[in-house]
C-alpha cells in the first residue's frame, strides 16, 4: 500500500489523509508528515480518534521539531479478525497537538476501508443418536465473519435411505450473532430383528441468498480460512425386537407343541375316567336306605338299636309314622319322601373373657336329620367352640385353629323334637376382622343344614 503524505504546522493549511484499504486480520500503513514552521522548537503529539482508535496507532506518536524541519509519523492498521470489526467504510482521525501552541491543534481525516471475511462455526449435536425409526439433532451455528449472511444447510449421504428436515431451514445472522435449528432424520423401513444398523451422514453449512451473496460465496471459498468441512453424524437404527426375543419365542413355541403332543391328551383322558367314575352309581350298603336308627350315642347316626328298620322294610312300611319294631320319633318314625331340606343359623357374640351359648330347637312334631354344618369365625377369635345336638356333644374346637371350618354326614343325625343344637363359646381374646381394628366380642356364627321331617301320632 503506497504511504499518504500530509503536512501540519502552525498557521499552515494541513492536508487529510486519503482512504485506505485494510483486511481483518492483516495490516495496513499509511504516513503523516509533520512540519514545524514556526520560528520556535515545538513538541507535536499524534493521537488517533474516531472509531479505528482500538486497532490504529501512530509510530512515533510524539515528535519534536526545529523551525522549519519535518518528520514523518507512520500510521499503522491492524484490525482483528473478529465479528465486532464490521465490514465497510470507518473513519479515522489522526490529532496533532502542539504543545507550545494548543490551540492550533489539527485533526486530519480519512476513511478506512475494512474488507469482508466469512466465517461460520456450526456445532451438530449428539453425533450419535439411536432410534427405531427417526432421530432428532439440533444445530448450533455462529457467524463468526464480519458481514451479515443468510445461511443454509445441506445433508450428505452415501445412498438414499435417510431423509432429513430442518426446522428452520435457513437462519439470517447478524456479524457475532448465533442460532439453532433442529434436524430429523428418518429411515424408511424398520428394522424387525438382528443387529442394529448405522447409518452415516454428513451436514453442510453455507451461505444461501442472491447472485450477489453467491458471488462472496465464491470469494470465500478462495479464502483458505473460510473452507468448512461438513460435520459427521450417524444414527443407528436399533431393531424393533431384541434378538434375545427369538430365543424366547422358539423355546415358547416349543412348550406349545409339547403341551399339544403330550400333556394335553393326557389331561383330557384323565378328566374323561374321572368324569365317568363320577357318574357311575354307586351301591348302597345295607342298613343306609333310610331305616337306621337315631341312636345318639353315634357319631355318624346310624341305628345300631335291634330296633332299627332294615334294608328288607316294604316300601311303604314308614307311612303311618312308624316303623317296624321301631319308636315314634326316631329315625324309624320318620315318613319316607315327607321329608323337606332344611337349614337354621345361630349367630352369636360373646364378651371377652365370658362364655355364651347359642341354641337352635327343632320344632314339635319334627325330626331334624342334619347332614352339613358350617361355623364361620371371620374374626380370628381365639378361645373355645363346642356344638352339641341334644346332649350328644358333637365337638369342640379351638377358635385360633380356623375362620371356616364344615362338617358334613352321609348318614343325617337325627335331633327329635323340641331337642337343641347348642353352639357354647369361651371368648378369650376378639379377633380382628377384615375392618383392620380389633372387635369388642368374639363373633362366631353357626349353620345347621339337613332334612326337616314331619312326625306322625
Partial sequence: MTPSAASSGAGAPGLDIPAVTVAPGGTATTS?????????????????????????TAQPP???????????????????????????????GVRVLPTEHPESVRVLETTVRVEEFRELHTELVPRRRRGWLRGRYRLAVRNQGNCPVRVGFTPGQAGEELAFAFNPAQSALEPGESAEAGLRVRTGRPVWFGAPVVWPFTVDTAETGDEEAEGRQE???????????????????????????????????ALLLAWFALVRPAVRSAAEEAATE???????????DGGQGTDTGSGDGSDTRPG????????????????????????GGTAAGAGRQSSATIDLETSDGESGTGTYQVPENSVFGVTDIVVANFQGDEGVL??????????????????NQDYHWVTPIEIPENDTVTVEVTCEKPGTPATGRR??????????SGVLSRTTR
Avoid at 480460512?225 to 419365542?249: C, G, M, Y
Avoid at 372387635?439 to 345347621?448: D, F, G, R, S, T
Fill in 278 to 288: 363320577a357318574v357311575q352309581p354307586r351301591p348302597t350298603p345295607p342298613g343306609e
Fill in 386 to 403: 363346642t356344638i352339641s345336638f341334644g346332649e350328644r356333644k358333637i365337638t369342640t374346637i379351638a377358635l385360633e385353629t380356623f375362620r
Fill in 32 to 56: 503523516v508528515t509533520v512540519r514545524n514552521d514556526s520560528d520556535i522548537v515545538e513538541a507535536y503529539s499524534l493521537e488517533i480518534v474516531g472509531d479505528c482508535a482500538p486497532w490504529a
Fill in 439 to 448: 372387635a369388642q366380642n368374639c363373633h362366631e356364627v353357626l349353620n345347621v
Fill in 219 to 253: 470469494a470465500a471459498r478462495q479464502d483458505m480460512t473460510a473452507v468448512r468441512t461438513p460435520l459427521d453424524a450417524e444414527f443407528v437404527q436399533i431393531p424393533i425386537f431384541p434378538k434375545w426375543l427369538l430365543a424366547v419365542l422358539a423355546a415358547l413355541l
Fill in 308 to 331: 332299627g328298620q332294615g334294608t328288607d322294610a316294604p316300601p311303604g312300611s314308614a307311612g303311618d309314622g312308624t316303623s317296624a319294631g321301631g319308636d315314634a320319633g326316631t329315625g
Fill in 62 to 92: 510524539r515528535v519534536s521539531l526545529y523551525p522549519g524541519t519535518s518528520e514523518t509519523v507512520t500510521i499503522l492498521l491492524e484490525p482483528p479478525r473478529s465479528p465486532e470489526v464490521r465490514a465497510g467504510e470507518v473513519p479515522l
